[in-house]
């Protein structure tokens, strides 16, 4: 059974269908279930409980929901920053490629542990993460008491790991890990994307999904223009018209980034009920066109779309903090229309509640309420940054960060508590972290150190990137556009 929670005197940002805000509530927590949320009272200093908690200067909101991100490369945080994007693409690649077939497992392992790590010290209780080996992430933060999807990255046009067993390993990790750690840890269906998968490996995508009709399905959709003219290429309209064919497009469908969306995109995404994970400082620090439109969120909410926020391929702009996609999202959306894109509230509700609908998990997490599972975390606003504390969301998503986070439940159970990891032994997991990109460094040819880190020449990085898969890739696209010409 598990130990009873009771957490007095706080702010209270409950995220709820009324975004109801309390001066001084109390969040009761009884076998990993939120039982209680209200107005607190004198009695609860003494109550009977496992665990009192002393919420004075502490805000209390739900946990965090990533919606989108990468796990695998996170010990090379920094080794991208200063690169070209051409160079940065080639060297991911080639790092990607060697994923795939198999090697660098201890990056990867390191870089799991690592994630966990970072995203349990800042408020984020669940993740939504494709991955070359999604195992080592779901054990990972499965073992750390959190949250998680996960699924096997899978294409035919980026890597030359033959198809076959690609979809054998997605399977075989659905199977083995789907509802596991106490239904904390759920497998997802991971095409890739929309430019680099051909239409038959999206009709066996389907074919998977139609056996596991419980999953959700996530991919990269609308990120480049690419993507539509792949989707020509596939003999479809578009890349959702490709999706509605093989009967992808529906309620099951997470889709990360809708870069480049259209008013029908919209309109048809918002009728099938399917998600979409908006990660705005990917694009901010790697934005390949300046002439290309910001992501339409605005439209997609207000179409009735969930719009959760993802931190995505955090070692490519050097941050774990998911608060910070919330500011990213409305200073980006903002310098490329105009003021007022968001309230403070709906940036608040799409790091919480809407990315956990975007998850088909709404109804469990993502908000302060009686009945949900207790995911919860404590920020400690007893602090010069937050004084006065006068509009809670807007210090919340403009103000707030991962270092103010001091205590995170899930599940009904601490993993950080009062600034101190309780599930994790942190500075094990940093050495780990610290020898596998020293080890990386020397078997790959990476010079990387406290000044920065250079990848190795073009000669080796051409004789480790991926052959056929990105030819046919490359060669599709070229045709397509020809033809569209």
């Not at 975004?19 to 039982?35: A, H, K, S």
């Not at 790091?351 to 207790?374: M, P, W």
């Not at 270092?403 to 942190?426: K, N, P, Q, S, W």
Request: some cysteine; overall charge negative; proline content about 4%.
């Amino acid at each position: 059974m598990m130990e009873e929670i009771l957490i007095h005197d706080a702010t209270v940002l409950t995220v709820d269908d009324r975004n109801r805000l309390y001066e001084r509530g109390t969040v009761r927590i009884e076998d990993g279930e939120i039982t209680e949320v209200r107005e607190s009272r004198d009695a609860d200093r003494d109550a009977d409980a496992d665990h009192v908690v002393d919420g004075e200067g502490k805000l209390a909101m739900p946990g965090l929901v990533n919606a989108h991100t990468h796990l695998e490369l996170t010990p090379l945080i920094g080794a991208f920053s200063d690169l070209g994007l051409g160079e940065m693409m080639g060297s991911m690649t080639a790092v990607y490629e060697r994923f795939a077939e198999g090697d660098l497992s201890y990056l990867a392992d390191a870089g799991a542990e690592l994630a966990a790590l970072n995203f349990l010290l800042g408020g984020v209780t669940t993740v939504n993460s494709m991955d070359v080996r999604p195992a080592t992430g779901a054990e990972t933060f499965g073992e750390a008491g959190l949250r998680g999807f996960f699924g096997q990255a899978i294409t035919d046009l980026f890597v030359d790991v033959p198809v076959d067993e690609q979809f054998a390993r997605a399977r075989a990790f659905v199977e083995e890990y789907h509802d596991s750690y106490d239904g904390r840890i759920r497998a997802t269906i991971c095409p890739h994307d929309d430019w680099s998968c051909s239409r038959e490996l999206w009709e066996r995508t389907a074919d998977l999904a139609a056996d596991y009709p419980d999953l959700s399905v996530h991919t990269h959709l609308l990120e480049l223009d690419e993507s539509n003219t792949m989707a020509r290429a596939n003999d479809a309209a578009d890349s959702l018209g490709l999706l509605e064919e093989v009967g992808l497009l529906n309620e099951r469908l997470i889709g990360a980034h809708y870069r480049v969306a259209n008013d029908e995109d919209v309109r048809r995404t918002a009728e099938s009920g399917a998600s979409v994970a908006h990660c705005p400082s990917v694009f901010c620090y790697w934005n390949p066109d300046p002439e290309m439109q910001w992501t339409p969120v605005p439209e997609l909410r207000e179409a009735g779309v969930d719009v959760g926020l993802g931190i995505d391929d955090h070692y490519w702009h050097d941050s774990y903090d998911l608060f910070g996609e919330a500011r990213q999202a409305r200073l980006a959306a903002n310098l490329k229309r105009e003021a007022g894109q968001y309230s403070s509230m709906e940036l608040v509700r799409m790091l919480t509640i809407e990315g956990a609908r975007a998850l088909g998990v709404g109804d469990e997490i993502g908000s302060l309420e009686s009945g949900k599972r207790a995911d919860v975390i404590l920020l400690d606003v007893d602090a010069p940054k937050f004084t006065p504390l006068t509009n809670v969301p807007a210090q919340v998503v403009n103000n707030a960060s991962a270092a103010d986070v001091e205590t995170a439940i899930v599940d009904g159970e601490f993993v950080l508590r009062d600034g101190d990891v309780v599930t994790m032994d942190a500075e094990a997991v940093q050495q780990r972290a610290t020898e596998a990109v020293e080890r990386f460094a020397a078997e790959s040819g990476w010079e990387i150190g406290l000044g920065g880190a250079d990848p190795p020449g073009p000669r080796r990085l051409l004789s480790d990137l991926p052959k056929r898969g990105p030819a046919r890739l490359l060669s599709r696209l070229a045709i397509q556009s020809l033809r569209d010409r």
